[in-house]
C-alpha cells in the first residue's frame, strides 16, 4: 500500500510541473485580415503556420478573414480550406450572388448550423468584427450563430445585404478595424502572428493630418501593425478583392504559401520558445 501510494505521489509530482508549465505558457492569437477573395492567400499562409507546429489558442477575423478564421476554429485545416477556394462553386457564390443570402446557406452547411453561448466553446476560441451602421461603432461578435457572425462581418457595403441583428444593421469589419490585432490583444494575447491581405497600407499616412479625421480606421490600422509580433503580408499587387477567377485564386494560394515560408524560421523560433 505504502509503494502504491509513493508511486501516485511520484507521478503525481512529475505531472503537476508540466502542466503548470503548458497553463503559464504565452497565449498565441492568429489575426486573419479582410482582401475578399485575396482571403485565399490566408490558406497558403496557414499551411506553414501548422507545418511550424505553432499552438493557436484563438483566432480573430474580419471580413473574409472571418469567414477563414470561423471555419479554422470549427476544425477546418488549411487542406479543406484550401480545396474550398479552388471550387468553383465557392467563387460563384461570392462573385455571384452579390445581393442575396445564399452565402449563409453555404456557411450554414460548412458549421452545420452551429448555434452556442461563446464562441469561446469552439474548439479554439474565436471572435470576428462587423460595424453597425447605426451606431456607426464596431461590433465583436463573440457568440450566436457562427455563420451569420461571419456572413455580417464580411457584409461589405453596397455590395452585400447588411445583416440585422437585434438593434443592429451589421456590415463588413474592415470599415472600421480590417486588421483586428486589438481585439485578439484584449481576449488576452500575449503573442499575435498576422496576416494582412493589403496592398495599399497608406505608409505616409500622418495621425495628425486630415486624412486621420476622415479615416479613423487608418489611424487603428497603423496602430494594429505595430502591435504585431509576427507581421505576415503576402505581395498581392495587382489582385483584387472580386477575383474569385480559379487561376487568380490559385495563384494567391501560392503567394501565400511563399509569405508563409518566408516566415517558417520565425515561426519554428516561436515554436521553441513556447515548449
Known amino acids: 500500500m505504502k509503494r502504491i501510494l509513493f508511486l501516485f505521489l511520484f507521478v503525481l509530482t512529475a505531472i503537476l510541473p508540466l502542466n503548470a508549465q503548458n497553463e503559464s505558457r504565452p497565449k498565441v492569437a492568429l489575426v486573419l485580415g479582410g482582401g475578399g477573395a485575396k482571403g485565399a492567400a490566408s490558406v497558403g499562409v496557414l499551411k506553414y503556420i501548422e507545418k511550424s507546429g505553432v499552438p493557436i489558442d484563438m483566432v480573430v477575423g474580419t471580413s473574409i478573414g ?10 477546418y485545416n488549411s487542406g479543406q480550406l484550401d480545396s474550398m477556394f479552388r471550387s468553383q462553386e465557392w467563387g460563384e457564390l461570392f462573385a455571384g450572388s452579390l445581393m442575396g443570402d445564399s452565402i449563409v446557406h453555404s456557411l450554414r452547411q460548412m458549421t452545420g448550423e452551429c448555434s452556442m453561448g461563446s464562441f469561446d466553446d469552439l474548439p479554439i476560441p474565436f471572435r470576428c468584427v462587423a460595424v453597425d451602421t447605426k451606431s456607426l461603432r464596431e461590433v465583436v461578435l463573440s457568440r450566436g450563430d457562427l455563420a451569420q457572425a461571419m456572413r455580417a462581418s ?4 453596397l455590395v452585400f445585404k447588411p445583416v440585422k441583428m437585434g438593434d443592429m444593421l451589421l456590415v463588413d469589419g474592415g470599415v472600421l478595424n480590417n486588421l483586428p490585432v486589438d481585439v485578439a490583444k484584449n481576449m488576452g494575447a500575449d503573442i499575435v502572428i498576422a496576416v494582412d491581405l493589403t496592398v495599399n497600407k497608406h505608409e505616409d499616412f500622418n495621425p495628425s493630418s486630415l486624412l486621420s479625421l476622415l479615416r479613423p480606421d487608418l489611424r487603428k490600422y497603423r496602430q494594429n501593425c505595430e502591435d504585431v509580433d509576427i507581421y505576415i503580408n503576402p505581395n498581392l499587387r495587382g489582385y483584387g478583392s472580386q477575383d474569385f477567377m480559379p487561376e487568380k485564386i490559385a495563384k494567391m494560394i501560392s503567394l501565400g504559401e511563399k509569405a508563409g515560408k518566408s516566415h517558417l524560421k520565425k515561426l519554428k523560433k516561436l515554436k521553441k520558445r513556447l515548449r
Open 154 to 157: 464580411m457584409a461589405i457595403p
Open 66 to 75: 472571418s469567414i477563414v478564421g470561423g471555419l479554422y476554429c470549427l476544425g
